[in-house]
C-alpha cells in the first residue's frame, strides 16, 4: 500500500477515536438543549451559607489520592498534588449568584450551584452535583468532566 493512503487510513482512525472520547465524555454532561436535567442535580444544600459552610474542608480525589483540594472559610481554596513539589496553587473561590457575569459559552444547569475558581492563570467554573459531609462531585463547566472529592478533613 502506498504510504500516503496508510497514513491518511491512520488519521481517520484518530479522528474516529477523539471524535468518539470527546462525545462520551460531554454526554452525560449536556442533552440536546444543553441543559443538564434538574434531577441530577442534588439539592442537599438549600442556601448559599449552608453551600459555602459544606465546601469548607479538605477533599481528596476519588480518581488520585494525590490530588487535594482544600476549601477555606476565608475564601481561598489551594490544590496540591503530593510527589511534585511545584503543583501547589492557591486562588479564591466562590459561588456564582449571577450566571450573566460567567463567562459566554459555559452550558446553562437548572437550578444548580456553580462555584466558582479564580486561580492566578485563570478562573474554572464547577456545576455542584452531590454535596454532602463526606462526598463532593463537580462537573467541570469550563472543561470536560467530572471531579470526585472524599472529605478527608
Do not use: C, H
Amino acid at each position: 500500500m502506498n504510504t500516503k493512503v496508510v497514513t491518511g487510513i491512520v488519521v481517520v482512525l484518530a479522528l474516529l477515536v477523539v471524535g468518539w472520547w470527546y462525545w462520551a465524555m460531554m454526554a452525560p454532561i449536556q442533552n440536546e438543549q444543553g441543559l443538564i436535567p434538574q434531577e441530577s442535580v442534588n439539592d442537599v444544600a438549600q442556601s448559599d451559607a449552608e453551600i459555602n459552610a459544606a465546601l469548607v474542608g479538605t477533599w481528596e480525589s476519588t480518581e488520585d489520592a494525590n490530588f487535594v483540594r482544600a476549601f477555606n472559610a476565608n475564601g481561598t481554596v489551594t490544590d496540591s498534588y503530593e510527589g511534585i513539589e511545584n503543583a501547589t496553587v492557591t486562588g479564591e473561590w466562590s459561588l456564582v449568584t449571577d450566571m450573566s457575569q460567567a463567562p459566554a459559552g459555559l452550558p446553562v444547569i437548572q437550578d444548580a450551584q456553580v462555584l466558582r475558581i479564580q486561580f492566578p492563570e485563570e478562573a474554572l467554573y464547577f456545576a455542584i452535583t452531590n454535596l454532602s459531609e463526606t462526598e463532593l462531585s463537580m462537573i467541570y463547566l469550563s472543561g470536560n468532566g467530572v471531579l470526585e472529592f472524599r472529605r478527608i478533613n
